[in-house]
């Protein structure tokens, strides 16, 4: 049974860093792209950052380029979400998926990401 499970989320000024964790278990973690997405109320939910199975190759959004980072530990079958200088839209549920893609490129098509975690809150006060 695959399992996605985030952690790290919580309430930060802004200006404030967090750092996101989603340990996965159940699958081959080296074989799968791993894309963190958040959710706002309202709003649909977008990929802000995706990661390639080895981690050569990383993807962000345009909003978030230069704040956030995102990087992974195929050891330890974790990926993780760094971000800094947060801001108060960076407000959301934060969620992280797992598609299996063995030529190590980053998956952007949200539909095609086969797992999914429950996902963290994010709330960046003004």
Do not use: H
């Not at 967090?18 to 159940?26: E, N, T, V, Y």
């Not at 760094?82 to 801001?87: F, G, P, V, W």
């Not at 998926?97 to 098509?109: C, I, P, R």
Request: glycine fraction near 10%; aromatic fraction near 10%.
């Amino acid at each position: 049974q695959v399992q996605l499970v985030e952690s790290g989320g919580g309430l930060v000024q802004a200006g404030g860093s967090l750092r996101l964790s989603c340990a996965a278990s159940g699958l081959t973690f080296s074989r799968y792209s791993m894309g963190w997405f958040r959710q706002a109320p309202g709003l649909e939910r977008e990929l802000v950052a995706g990661i390639s199975r080895t981690g050569r190759r990383t993807y962000y959004i345009d909003s978030v380029k230069g704040r956030f980072t995102i990087s992974r530990d195929n050891a330890k079958n974790t990926v993780y979400l760094q971000m800094n200088s947060l801001k108060p839209e960076d407000t959301a549920v934060y969620s992280c998926a797992a598609d299996q893609n063995l030529a190590d490129t980053v998956v952007v098509v949200t539909t095609q990401y086969e797992y999914w975690g429950q996902g963290t809150q994010v709330t960046v006060s003004s």
